[in-house]
């Protein structure tokens, strides 16, 4: 019997709705794009796709945890309560904190700040969005007087000009990249600008490539603000600068001089190209600038942001259907995390520890005399806070700071010394959760109930799909637990998501008379019935917009004192920490299509590993010569806070000086591939948020004696004193390796790596006079291991024989090729996996094109089915294509 279940993704900030056809007596789920849902309409990207795969109960945390062993829930509470208390008693206030995540649900994530903010008594709570969203939240609240995201997804097909800035969107916000490119397609006139260092694979759709020297965006944009006031009226909109905006002169005076040339210089663009994207911006009235991490993760995130919105007040292109300036949220709750307050210096529904009355307001209403009269610690500050011992007990939710915080070693460090670290999660095994005196299960996506808000305002339900998992439980119920327990019952004694959604709501429009954009009243009341059918819609949901707001603005009514939106003056500034002949080259970090973040649960889905299953770093052709680095080849790369080692890839899409790393790699997966360790931890002055795309390092060979590969049906407790790479496969491990010593023997040491079974049958082959080794183990005629030793990196592909272990018996011929690593004659290696979805390699989509004569992404498809189903591959089949 299968149940049909509407529920909404876990991963990005698109927010797609998912039809779950679920099946109770297998714990397994059918996973598909919920056609009806405003965000998606039916469309999936691989990793909505996959998430089937990653619901299983291994690597699941199950039961409470103290000091590693199982506790039962009571005696877990007690202490994380009790010690709470006392640590507050012993130090004070300030001595506890929590740090949360965008991953929370609404109703979770208000528990835990009315619990810290508003009756612990002190505003120690941040969130990874610090690491995410504030400098837009900053940007936000300087132009608009409130974090409000102006417009909707549906502009995105009556827009005439896309500028994507320091956004990666075919890989990060794929639907909605999808849904771009179907404007595209269905809208000629619509162009694409893309303003990145990095050429990604979002410029496949751009009709303009701004490859701009990271972090010199202001400058850019304060060109822009000047060209447009050059053309004067129309293109510069007086009447709505008059009557809506403030400042408008002051900006246009910080800009005044950044001309053509000086923008040029500054970016070091190509002049012609710039002024290419000027005349769009200028020409065209509907015109979206939608940002992400290239434009926050910076010292100057806050600026850039308003430098942005600013060309948006100057032509008065906001509000309206097709224009506005638009932030790409990260993660599926980002905004929901917002509209509790999740921020250290915020207060809940939208208000702010800088307005007294905010908090009288909130605490008449949560009726609590403790809330704080100012702001907590950001996340930087907060683990410093923690490794100076001057907070002596955190809980951490739903993030994994080791792994992504900058200085990442500090962090650990700080956590070591930490004398209570609390840790609610729902995988056992992670960087973090290594850390913890104390574990508490969380319920996982497919268990946990509630709502999240996606980046166009909208909020959709998350449904659980199964009862929950061993003895984890939700995080609402866990934290409104330790609440009783600290003696605030009363506060929290809610019993079920839908009563904290109502008083969430019911807080929004209290006192509420038009003055917060943030206003779900409609919803104070909500039946229980009315709150299991809820339908996706955008807030505000209030008397005045029952069904929700499409856009907000529109009337040109902002949330300032004076109702005007504000200019602000930006004066450009390059980053905090400068390249240098120590660590010459600039690190840039970031996203891959198919994992997310620190891989907790991504990885759990072999589909998801294949892409990209190894840390690398993209470097310029000029930088590989220039530090001795070849294709393929190890390389550490360090920097004045730390080090990792990771797979060469010389690659022209880098600009000269940048070196660009993935952020997923974490200590579970990778001996040296933590790139958090490296990242400098400068912060911007207004957001808080730390420059994770910008830290000096410097990048050399990694002196290893020999390379090698292990494919094995068991996971293998690997030695870690050399390099290693682990991810999951269908049916396998595939370890990678390298080492700086060579081992006595290599019989023996694959003997052990192995833990070889006794009925195993081997096959060996060795030349010492090369260091090559390579052995294999099967078991009653099944591929059960196989290593690959060798003095260089070349060795075979991987491909053909991980596909050995999805199959019963090998034939003859397989077993005859298989030390050799080559298929045998007439079966064809699939090559590197492109399409996640249907399996479809490189080298069968480089032979289908060329023997078949494939012109287009369509034809591939019909032929291979790759990239009919997601589209996430469509840049790179474009690519081999070309
Ligand atoms: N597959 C996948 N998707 C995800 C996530 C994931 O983990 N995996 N995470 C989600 C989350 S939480 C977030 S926040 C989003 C992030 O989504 P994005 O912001 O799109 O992703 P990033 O790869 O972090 O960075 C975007 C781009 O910024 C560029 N950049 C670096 N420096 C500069 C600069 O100075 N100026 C400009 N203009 N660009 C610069 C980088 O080269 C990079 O290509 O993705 C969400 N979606
Ligand atoms: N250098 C560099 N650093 C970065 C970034 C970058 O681009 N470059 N990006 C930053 C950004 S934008 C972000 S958003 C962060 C993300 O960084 P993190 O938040 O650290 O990454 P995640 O892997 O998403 O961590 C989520 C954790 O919560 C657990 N979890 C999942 N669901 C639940 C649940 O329902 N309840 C509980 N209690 N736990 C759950 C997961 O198993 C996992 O351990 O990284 C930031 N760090
Ligand atoms: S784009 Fe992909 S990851 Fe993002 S919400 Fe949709 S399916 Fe999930
Ligand atoms: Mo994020």
Known sequence: ??????????????????????????????????????????????????????????????????????????????????????????????????????????????????????????????????????????????????????????????????????????????????????????????????????????????????????????????????????????????????????????????????????VATDCLLDPTAVQQFFEWFAATDKVMSLYSQGVNQSTAGTDKVNAIINCHLATGRIGKPGMGPFSLTGQPNAMGGREVGGLAHQLAAHMDFSNPAEIDLVARFWHTDNIPSQGGLPAVVLFDAIYDGKVKAVWIMGTNPVVSLPDANKVKQALQRCEFVVVSDCIADTDTTALAHVLLPAQGWSEKNGTVTNSERRISRQRSLFGGAGNARPDWWIICQVARRMGFAKAFAFAHPVEIFREHAALSGFENHGQRDFDISAFADISLADYDAFQPVQWPVNAAHPKGTARLFADGQFFTASQKAQFIAITPRPPVNLPDADYPLILNTGRLRDQWHTMTRTALASKLNQHKPEPFVEVHPADAQRFGLTPNSLAVIASHWGEMIARVQVTDSQIPGNVFVPMHWTGQYASHGRMGALVNPVVDPISKQPECK?????????????????????????????????????????????????????????????????????????????????????????????????????????????????????????????????????????????????????????????????????????????????????????????
């Open 1 to 262: 019997m299968t149940k049909t279940i509407l529920t909404t993704c876990p991963y990005c900030g698109v927010g797609c709705g998912v039809n779950a056809v679920v099946d109770h007596s297998q714990r397994s789920v059918n996973i598909q794009g919920d056609k009806n849902h405003p965000a998606n309409f039916g469309r999936l990207c691989s990793k909505g796709s996959a998430l089937g795969e990653t619901i299983g109960l291994k690597g699941r945390l199950l039961e409470p945890r103290i000091n590693g062993r199982e506790a039962s829930w009571k005696e877990a509470l007690d202490l994380v309560a009790n010690t709470l208390l006392a640590t507050l008693k012993q130090y004070g206030k300030d001595s506890v904190a929590i740090y949360g995540s965008g991953q929370l649900l609404t109703a979770d994530y208000y528990v835990a700040n009315k619990l810290m903010k508003g009756f612990i008594g002190n505003a120690n709570i941040d969130t990874n969005s610090r690491l995410c969203m504030s400098s837009s939240v900053a940007g936000h609240k300087r132009a608009f007087g409130a974090d409000t995201v102006p417009g909707c997804y549906g502009d995105f097909e009556l827009a005439d000009l896309i500028v994507l800035i320091g956004s990666n969107t075919a890989w990060c916000h794929p639907v909605s990249f999808q849904r771009i490119r179907a404007a595209k397609e269905a809208n000629p006139q619509l162009k694409i600008v893309v303003i990145d260092p990095r050429r990604t694979a979002t410029c496949d759709i751009a009709d303009l490539h701004l490859p701009l020297a990271a972090g010199s965006d202001t400058s850019l944009f304060n060109g822009l603000l000047h060209y447009l006031a050059g053309l004067g009226q129309p293109t510069v909109n007086a009447e709505f600068i008059g009557q809506h905006t403030e400042g408008f002169n002051a900006a246009l005076a910080a800009a005044s001089g950044t001309d053509l040339g000086q």
């Open 694 to 882: 910008h830290t000096p390092v410097r990048i050399n060979s990694y002196p290893a004696v020999w390379h090698g590969f292990i494919l094995s049906r068991q996971e293998l407790a690997i030695s870690s004193d050399h390099y290693w790479v682990k991810i999951k496969g269908d049916q396998f491990y595939r370890y990678e390796l390298a080492g700086e010593h060579l081992p006595d023997s290599w019989q023996a040491w694959a003997q052990t790596q192995l833990a070889g079974d006794p009925q195993a049958h081997w096959q060996e082959y060795q030349d010492s006079s090369t260091g090559n080794y390579r052995a294999a183990q099967l078991m009653d005629g099944h591929l059960d291991s196989i290593v690959f030793i060798a003095s260089h990196n070349n060795l075979p592909e991987r491909n053909w024989l991980t596909t050995l272990f999805v199959k019963g018996e090998l034939s003859p011929q397989e077993r005859l090729a298989l030390l050799t690593g080559k298929p045998p004659l007439g079966v064809a290696d699939v090559g590197a996996i492109v399409c996640a979805c249907f399996n479809v390699g490189e080298t069968t989509l480089r032979s289908a094109i060329q023997t078949q004569g494939l012109k287009t992404p369509q034809e591939v498809g019909l032929c291979l089915k790759a990239g009919t189903n997601c589209g996430s591959c469509l840049p790179e089949i474009k690519a081999l294509l070309g």
